[in-house]
């Protein structure tokens, strides 16, 4: 069983930046995948960025490549989100997400668990 707590969403003008947390408790968080999922109102979810087990490999949609940093502290069952140079339609309540793999994976469906999710809203 694992359990994700976001933290660090918020309020930010366009260009801003903000950094989410996923804390995780349990055992098996090392071995996990780890992703960030977001949903902005009337969307349908969406996959952000995707982080392996060990933090060796990770993939980014196109849509934050560049702006968005995801990484990992194994020692603190902890994954984090860098988002920089924050634009309104970046808008929307993110998840994080533990997956049943090692390796990284854009598919929702690969994630056995996930977080109540950390509002992100950007203002123009």
């Known amino acids: 069983q694992v359990q994700l707590v976001e933290s660090g969403g918020g309020l930010v003008q366009a260009g801003g930046s903000l950094r989410l947390s996923c804390a995780a408790s349990?055992?098996?968080?090392?071995?996990?995948?780890m992703g960030w999922f977001r949903q902005a109102p009337g969307k349908e979810r969406e996959f952000v960025t995707t982080?392996?087990?060990?933090?060796?490999?990770?993939d980014v949609a196109d849509s934050v490549k560049g702006r968005f940093t995801i990484s990992r502290d194994n020692a603190k069952n902890t994954v984090y989100l860098q988002m920089n140079s924050l634009k309104p339609e970046d808008t929307a309540v993110y998840y994080c997400?533990?997956?049943?793999?090692?390796?990284?994976?854009?598919?929702?469906?690969?994630?056995?668990?996930w977080g109540q999710g950390t509002q992100v809203t950007v203002s123009s």
């Open positions: 997400a533990a997956s049943s793999r090692y390796g990284t994976s854009r598919h929702a469906e690969t994630y056995d668990y």
């Open positions: 349990g055992r098996t968080f090392s071995s996990r995948a």
């Open positions: 982080i392996s087990w060990n933090g060796g490999n990770t």
